[in-house]
C-alpha cells in the first residue's frame, strides 16, 4: 500500500465484483459504496467488502444521493460494454446496458464528483464513429472536467492474459494526464512454437478468427446471457487441450483465488444457493485488478507527466488510442497500451489449478470450423486440435462399452 500521497473515498458505479475498487484499495483508496444489481455480484460485494453500502439500482438517482457517503470524492463506472464491444451487440447507447452511463452522468449532473473514472472496451471510441464516445467527453466539458483517456493492455502487468480496456479519468482539479499517461513501454510481442509455449485461443471461434494468444489467454470473457461458460481453450507445449478451471480464471484477472466462490447469495437479491456457473460471467466481465492498482497509485501520487501537449484534434476526427482535453482544445498524444512491462510468468507455469480436457463435442465443432475456414494458423496447430480430437473419439468408444456393461448389470 501507498504510504504517502492522496487518498479518495469511491463510489463504485457497476461495482461488478468488485475489481476495480479491490485494486485502488491496494494503492491506499477506500471503497464508500457500491451500486449493483446483479445478484451473484451483489454476494460477492457483501461478502468481500463487509462493512461498505450496495445500492441495486444506478437509475435510482435520488437513492443513490441519499447513500452516496459526503466525503466521496472519486466515482467510478466501469459500465457495461455489452452494447460496445465487438463481441456484443455493438448497439451503442440504442441498447439496453450500455446506455445506463447516461444515468452515470445524470447523477454527476445533480452531485459533482472531483474526480471521475470510467471503463470499457476501446471499441467505444470507435463504433458508430466515434459518436458515443464523443457524448460522454462532451457531457463532462459541458460540467467543467478535463479529461484524459488511454488504452491498457493487462499484460503489461505480468498477467498472461491479452486485455485491452479504455479508461478515462476526467477531473475538476489539476490536470488528468497524471493519472493515465506515466510510462510507455514497448508490448512483448515474442512467438513461440507450439511445444514452447502454451497457447490461448477461442474454441468458440474458427471462422473468422480464434483470439489468438502466444504463452497467454485472450481476454477473457463474461460468457453467454443464459450463463453459459465461456473459457477460452489452451494448446499445451504437450500437446494437451484444456480449458482453465474458475479459479485460474479469477487470478488471470488480478483476484485471489476463489474471490467469486460463494455458498449462498445475499438474502435481499434472491438468497438461495449461489450459480456457481455464473462465476465466469462475474470474472470475465470484471476490471482487472493489477491494472486498477497502477491506476491507484498514479492517482495517489498524481506526479506530473514529462509529455509535450499532442497534437490538436479536428472536429470529427477519429478518436486515438490516447488523448486528452485542456480546457479548451481536446489533443491526441502517441501512448502505446503498455504503461510499464512487468516479467510475466508464462501461462503454462501461472497455472495453478488442473484444467479440463476441451471437450469432444467442442473439439468437433471447432475443427470442423478450422478446416472450412480461410484463415492462416500456426504451424503445426490445426494437426494438434486434430490429434486432440482422435484421442477424445478414442476415450469416448472407450468409456461406451463398460457403460453398456454396467447397465446390463
Known sequence: ?????????????????????????????????????????????????????????VRETDALLETIS?????????????????????????????SL??????????????????????????????????????????????????????????????????????TLTGDPREALFHGNEAPDDRAFALHE???????????TGIGWGESCVPTLKGGSAL??????????????VITPEIRDCERLQGFPAGWTDLPE???????????????????????????????????????????????????GAAWPAAAWFDGSKRRSVPLGTWPVARTSRPLADFLRFPGAPLSLRATNGFYKRIMASSLRFKPGFVHAIGAHLSRMERNASDVAPRELLSDAA
Open 265 to 315: 447469495r445475499n438474502a435481499d437479491v434472491g438468497g438461495g444457493p449461489f450459480k456457481q456457473r455464473r462465476r465466469w460471467l462475474l470474472a470475465g466481465n470484471a476490471v482487472n485488478v493489477e491494472v486498477a492498482h497502477w491506476l491507484g497509485e498514479r492517482l495517489s501520487a498524481r506526479v506530473a507527466v514529462d509529455l509535450d501537449a499532442g497534437t490538436e484534434l479536428n472536429a
Open 70 to 98: 459526503p466525503t466521496s470524492d472519486l466515482l467510478t463506472a466501469g459500465f457495461p460494454c455489452t452494447d460496445f464491444s465487438q463481441a456484443g451487440t455493438t448497439k451503442g447507447f440504442d441498447g439496453g446496458r450500455s
Open 101 to 170: 452511463i447516461i444515468d452515470t452522468l445524470r447523477l454527476l449532473e445533480r452531485r459533482r464528483f472531483e474526480n471521475v473514472l470510467l471503463e470499457n472496451v476501446p471499441n467505444w471510441r470507435q463504433l458508430h464513429k466515434g459518436a458515443y464516445m464523443r457524448w460522454v467527453v462532451e457531457a463532462l466539458e459541458a460540467m467543467g472536467y478535463r479529461w484524459a483517456y488511454r488504452t491498457i493492455d493487462a499484460r503489461a502487468f505480468g498477467l498472461p492474459q491479452r486485455r485491452l480496456r479504455l479508461f478515462l479519468f476526467a
Open 1 to 57: 500500500m501507498s504510504k504517502v500521497g492522496v487518498f479518495h473515498d469511491v463510489t463504485g458505479l457497476f461495482g461488478g465484483i468488485g475489481g476495480l475498487e479491490l485494486g485502488l484499495g491496494r494503492a491506499g483508496h477506500r471503497a464508500t459504496m457500491f451500486c449493483e444489481c446483479d445478484a451473484e455480484a451483489v454476494s460477492v460485494l457483501r461478502s468481500r467488502f463487509a462493512d461498505v453500502p450496495v445500492a441495486l439500482d
Open 197 to 207: 509455449a502454451a497457447h490461448g485461443f477461442y474454441w468458440t471461434e474458427g471462422k
Open 227 to 240: 450463463s453459459i461458460p465461456s473459457p477460452p481453450a489452451i494448446l499445451m507445449g504437450d500437446g494437451q
